[in-house]
């Protein structure tokens, strides 16, 4: 079974270390130690706690969306043209690219350091081990 450490965990879910000891030591997220007393996530518990919290909004209403795929970040290049505008956002270790007519890049406010969150509906997504 894979464990994590709290700081791998607060890595993979975009928050700091701090966040996850928060959470462990609040009883929100479980974790057990280690012969060396170092906390560590099993990995079914930390797929169970980001499953139970990803649908969430920041007021912790649930979402009705199809899309599935959602990563909060902040604007970091808003390139407008005529008709079209590309919006960079960056979402953790993640960089997000979106293609959209200007009027809805105009009408959502778009600019950089802007918090947005990227919204993705694929029926092709690839998964890959890392290295």
């Given at each position: 079974?894979?464990?994590?450490?709290?700081?791998?965990?607060?890595?993979?879910?975009?928050?700091?270390?701090?966040?996850?000891?928060?959470?462990?030591?609040?009883?929100?997220?479980?974790?057990?130690?280690?012969?060396?007393?170092?906390?560590?996530?099993?990995?079914?518990?930390?797929?169970?706690?980001?499953?139970?919290?990803?649908?969430?909004?920041?007021?912790?209403?649930?979402?009705?969306?199809?899309?599935?795929?959602?990563?909060?970040?902040?604007?970091?290049?808003?390139?407008?043209?005529?008709?079209?505008?590309?919006?960079e956002i960056q979402a953790g270790p993640f960089r997000v690219v979106s293609l959209m007519s200007r009027e809805a890049a105009d009408e959502l406010g778009l600019e950089v350091g802007v918090v947005a969150e990227a919204v993705v509906k694929?029926?092709?997504?690839?998964?890959?081990?890392?290295?």
């Amino acid at each position: 079974m894979a464990t994590f450490r709290i700081s791998e965990a607060a890595g993979l879910l975009g928050v700091s270390a701090d966040t996850v000891r928060r959470w462990v030591d609040g009883g929100r997220l479980n974790a057990v130690r280690d012969e060396h007393g170092h906390r560590l996530v099993p990995g079914p518990e930390l797929a169970a706690f980001v499953r139970s919290q990803s649908w969430q909004n920041e007021r912790g209403e649930h979402r009705a969306s199809s899309a599935r795929n959602r990563m909060r970040g902040i604007v970091t290049d808003v390139i407008r043209d005529g008709v079209m505008a590309q919006v960079e956002i960056q979402a953790g270790p993640f960089r997000v690219v979106s293609l959209m007519s200007r009027e809805a890049a105009d009408e959502l406010g778009l600019e950089v350091g802007v918090v947005a969150e990227a919204v993705v509906k694929s029926t092709n997504v690839v998964v890959e081990l890392p290295d």
